[in-house]
């Protein structure tokens, strides 16, 4: 094997925002995380609320405006239907 193709692999600590504390080895060193398997909502049943507060208001009153707008323009630019030949119309 080639000497110095491969990095070290040392002994870390990964922490996550809840407190938990993993000890395991990696190239890296002092791992921090937002979301484990001790508080992550899958392993533990529970709803937890991320840091996305406002992204859903923040999209509809953006876009409020223009749902409207299209669908007005749509309506007066839409082309009227012809009669095919051999129909009468009133």
């Known amino acids: 094997m080639k000497e110095k193709t491969h990095p070290e692999y040392k002994e870390t600590t990964i922490s996550c925002v809840c407190g938990e504390t993993i000890h395991t080895r990696s190239t890296r060193q002092g791992i921090h995380v937002d979301i484990c398997s001790k508080c992550h909502p899958f392993f533990t049943g529970k709803q937890k609320l ?39 119309t009133e």
Request: glycine share 8%.
């Open 50 to 88: 991320v840091d996305s507060a406002g992204r859903v208001e923040k999209f509809t009153k953006r876009y409020a405006g223009k749902k409207k707008a299209v669908k007005e323009e749509s309506v007066e630019e839409a082309p009227k239907a012809e009669a095919p030949e051999g129909e009468k």
